[in-house]
Each structure stands twice: as structure tokens, then as C-alpha cells.
């Protein structure tokens, strides 16, 4: 156990933490490494959280070839895993000669609760609930002063009876817009402004007996689930043109379909085919610098929407055109939070044409698309480890310490081979002892 840790200076806490390991010089050089040697870049990254000892890099890549309603762009991504970037660059230029993607926002509606506890007459409550609703909202308005400036604010405030899931349990639902912000601490704050008016007026409440004056607040909290702010992104193309061949194309439409479908029907196929969904949002979501939490926390209880965990993305044959297509919720903002502080994510906002939300919306919904049509066209062709294999091959030769003159063979060998962890060993081992 150590005791007031977080007062330690950071340096102090570099030493601590490496004496708990083997080797505690080695310990403190790796986070001496990486470490920034620009201090005022650093302390801007140690502030962001607590207890900061170093960075922790991720590979940031770009997927050029991007054409999202008439735009060309080249989108950030954020990610380690080997093949994502790769996959969605060719998802991008095949889509960029078959007229691109379309991409649309749906709705941007955010949600938050104050969750309360109210053991009385539920029709007093109600009433109660119309006569003060007003001066409910009056109380927030120092809080949503600029927001409503800028046409957005608080748009609906309800009080929700959920005395079927728990007894006593009432919430106000509180609906908002928070235009190019995610929003999370604006709605936090105004939440906590209503829950304290909430408990107030209830107590000065006349027609309340005491029991029923005394409101019990249990949290006031933003919602990640926001199936009503809908982003949609699709591409579509006569059947024919897909492939090469008119044939070819005709087959492989209909086993897209078709797995499109099992990913629908069948859970275990669902959670594979949206974390493939995943690769392309996550990647985009944190180099936009925006909280991958809260998207994943959305997307997967939208992909259970209707009871059954099923695929986000649908696709389907009609009158001899191909239309895919993938519907999520995100709540992203191109303000607020790192947006503005992180200097690599305002790199990335400018690479992205400086977006707005929607626009934010429109490219992190078409990363994912891409990803998943990249998937699953290998996946009914090919197979997935062709691909991803070739681009796992540095990884496997970096673990094994290969020089850059064995990189070279190996790569070179392996553009004419299957890749597989076994057969890069032997190979590598083959040209050493040679
Ligand atoms: P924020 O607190 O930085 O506030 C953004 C502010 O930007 C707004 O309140 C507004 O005053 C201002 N603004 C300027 N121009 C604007 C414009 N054009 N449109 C809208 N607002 C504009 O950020 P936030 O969006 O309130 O919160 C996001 C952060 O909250 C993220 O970092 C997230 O990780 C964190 N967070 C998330 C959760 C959760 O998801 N459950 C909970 C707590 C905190």
C-alpha cells in the first residue's frame, strides 16, 4: 500500500512505481523513454489525467481516398492492430470508383436523467411536475445561457413513472442539443442544476405530505445510449459492376448478402462483424480525440435494440443494385474535451477539413462501413487471414528481433506465400543459419 501518492511529484512517482519491478533501472528507463523532451508538450499530456508517468503510443495512420458525398478526404486513424488501416484504404478506393460513399445524419438528440426516489401519490407528483416544470427549466438557465446562444440547449423535460422496474423510482428524462460538442459535462452540469431544484421545490411543496416532500436524488447522469442521434453511411452500385466479371460479381453479392444476414441472425456471428464495425469507428473516434468509451457503450446497446444482439450494418440486392449500408448512434463533438488541447487530434481535425459534428458524424460512420465491407468481402472470398497475416508479418518479425536486411527477404518471400506464424519462424530461422 502507498499512502498520498497522487502529492508525489512526478518524478518521485517514476522512482516508486520502478522499484516495485525487477530490474527498477531498466523500469524507470522505459518510461524515461517515452517521455517527451518538449516539457511544455509533456506537462500538457501529464495534466490531462492523474497520476501521468509517461505516454503511451498508439500508431496513428491515414486511409487516403475517402469519397464521403462528393468530398474527397483523407481520414486519421488511431489504431494498432495491423490490418484496420490497410483495410479500410482499399475499402475507400474501391468505393471512390463506384461514386463513393453517402453519408447522413439521422438525428442529433442527447439524453440525460435525473434518477429519483419518491415513496407517495403518483398523480401528486405529476402535477407537481407540470406546475414546476418552468421553473425547473429557469434553473438551468445560467448553465445553457451560450449553449441556447448557439441554438441549442435543453430541448424536452419529462418526468418518466418507473415504478415497474423498481418501486419508487421516478426520472426526469432530459432531452438535449448540444450541437458540435459531445456534450457530456454541459449535460452533467444541467442535470445536477435540475436535481437540486427538483429536491427544493418538492420540499416547499404544499400539497406534499413530509414523506413525499422529501425526494431522494439517487445520481443525475448523462446517457451514452443515443439512438436518436443517427448517423447513417452507405454505398451502393449495380450488381454487375462489383467485381471484374459480371459473373463474379453476381456471386459475390449474394454471399455478401448472405453473410450479412448470418451476422443479423446469429449473435456470435453479430459481436465479430460489429467489432470489425469497431476497428474503423474506434480508430477514428480517438484520433478525432473523442471518448471511444462512450461510443462502444452506444453502438453495442443499439445493435441489441430489438432484444437480440444483431449486425449493425445491412445489406441487400434490389432491382440489380448492391446496397450496403451501416446505421449507428454517435455522440461525438469537434469541441470540448481533448478536441482543441491534444495537438496530434487538432492535426487530425485539419486533415479531416475541420468538420463540424455532423460532418465528424458522417466520416467516423464511414470508417466503420468501409471496415466492414473490407471484412466481409475477404471473408467470403479470400478468407480474413490472407490479408491480415501479410500485415501481422512485421509484428511476428519484430518479436523475434529480425535486423532490416531480414525483414527484406522475409517480406520479399512472403509476398509469394501464405503467411503463418509457424512459416515466418522457420523461414527466418532457415536464413540465419544460412
Ligand atoms: P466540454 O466540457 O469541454 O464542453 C464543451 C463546451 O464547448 C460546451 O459546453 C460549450 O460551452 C462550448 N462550445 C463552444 N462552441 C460550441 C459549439 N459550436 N457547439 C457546442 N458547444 C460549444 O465538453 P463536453 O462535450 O461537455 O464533454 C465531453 C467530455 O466529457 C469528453 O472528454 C468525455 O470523455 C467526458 N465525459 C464523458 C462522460 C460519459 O460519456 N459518460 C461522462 C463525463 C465526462
Redesign the pocket.
Known amino acids: 500500500m502507498v499512502s498520498g501518492f497522487s502529492k508525489k511529484t512526478k518524478a518521485e512517482k517514476m522512482i516508486w512505481i520502478s522499484q516495485q519491478f525487477h530490474n527498477p533501472k531498466e523500469a524507470l528507463q522505459v518510461l524515461n523513454t517515452y517521455n517527451h523532451s518538449d516539457k511544455t508538450l509533456q506537462t500538457l499530456h501529464d495534466e490531462f489525467i492523474e497520476n501521468a508517468l509517461t505516454n503511451f503510443y498508439m500508431p496513428l495512420g491515414i486511409a487516403p481516398n475517402f469519397n464521403i458525398n462528393g468530398t474527397t478526404l483523407t481520414i486519421p486513424m488511431a489504431i494498432e492492430e495491423s490490418s484496420v488501416v490497410a483495410a479500410a484504404s482499399n475499402a475507400a478506393k474501391f468505393w471512390s470508383a463506384k461514386g463513393g460513399f453517402k453519408a447522413q445524419t439521422l438525428g442529433t438528440e442527447k439524453v440525460g436523467h435525473v434518477h429519483f426516489m419518491y415513496h407517495g401519490d403518483p398523480i401528486k407528483l405529476q402535477r407537481f411536475f407540470e406546475k414546476q416544470k418552468d421553473v425547473l427549466l429557469a434553473s438551468t438557465e445560467a448553465i445553457t445561457q451560450?449553449?441556447r446562444s448557439?441554438g441549442?440547449g435543453i430541448t424536452a423535460l419529462t418526468l418518466v413513472d418507473k415504478r415497474d422496474a423498481i418501486s419508487g423510482y421516478y426520472q426526469l428524462d432530459v432531452r438535449f442539443e448540444?450541437?458540435?460538442?459531445?456534450?457530456?459535462?454541459?449535460?452533467?452540469s444541467c442535470l445536477e442544476q435540475l436535481a437540486k431544484t427538483l429536491r427544493e421545490l418538492a420540499g416547499q411543496y404544499a400539497e406534499f405530505s413530509e414523506i413525499e416532500k422529501d425526494i431522494e436524488i439517487v445520481m443525475s447522469?448523462?446517457s451514452?445510449y443515443v439512438p436518436n442521434c443517427l448517423v447513417k453511411a452507405s454505398v451502393s452500385c449495380p450488381v454487375d459492376e462489383l467485381l471484374a466479371t459480371p459473373e463474379d460479381s453476381r456471386l459475390f453479392a449474394e454471399k455478401f448478402v448472405q453473410a450479412i444476414r448470418i451476422a443479423d441472425a446469429e449473435p456470435y456471428r453479430a459481436v465479430t462483424h460489429n467489432k470489425g464495425i469497431m476497428n474503423g469507428i474506434d480508430a477514428v473516434v480517438i484520433a478525432s480525440g473523442?471518448?471511444f468509451?462512450?461510443v462502444a457503450a452506444g453502438v453495442h446497446a443499439f445493435a441489441a435494440m430489438s432484444g437480440q444482439y444483431r449486425s449493425l450494418s445491412k445489406a441487400e440486392i434490389k432491382d440489380d443494385v448492391f446496397h450496403f449500408s451501416l446505421t449507428i448512434p454517435l455522440?461525438v463533438?469537434t469541441?470540448?474535451?481533448?478536441t482543441k488541447l491534444h495537438p496530434l487530434v487538432r492535426w487530425c481535425h485539419e486533415l479531416m477539413g475541420t468538420p463540424?459534428?455532423k460532418e465528424l458524424m458522417h466520416i467516423i460512420a464511414v470508417a466503420g462501413l468501409a471496415q466492414n465491407f473490407a471484412a466481409v468481402k475477404s471473408l467470403v472470398t479470400t478468407g480474413i487471414q490472407q490479408g491480415h497475416m501479410k500485415m501481422h508479418l512485421l509484428n511476428i518479425l519484430n518479436q523475434m528481433g529480425a535486423t532490416e536486411n531480414e525483414k527484406q527477404t522475409v517480406v520479399e518471400h512472403f509476398k509469394y506465400n501464405t503467411v503463418s506464424h509457424h512459416a515466418v519462424v522457420e523461414v527466418l530461422e532457415k536464413l540465419r543459419a544460412s
Not at 469541441?335 to 481533448?338: A, E, H, I, R
Open positions: 451560450n449553449m448557439r441549442g448540444t450541437l458540435d460538442a459531445m456534450g457530456a459535462n454541459f449535460i452533467n447522469i448523462l451514452n473523442n471518448d468509451r462512450a455522440a463533438g469541441v470540448g474535451g481533448l463540424n459534428a
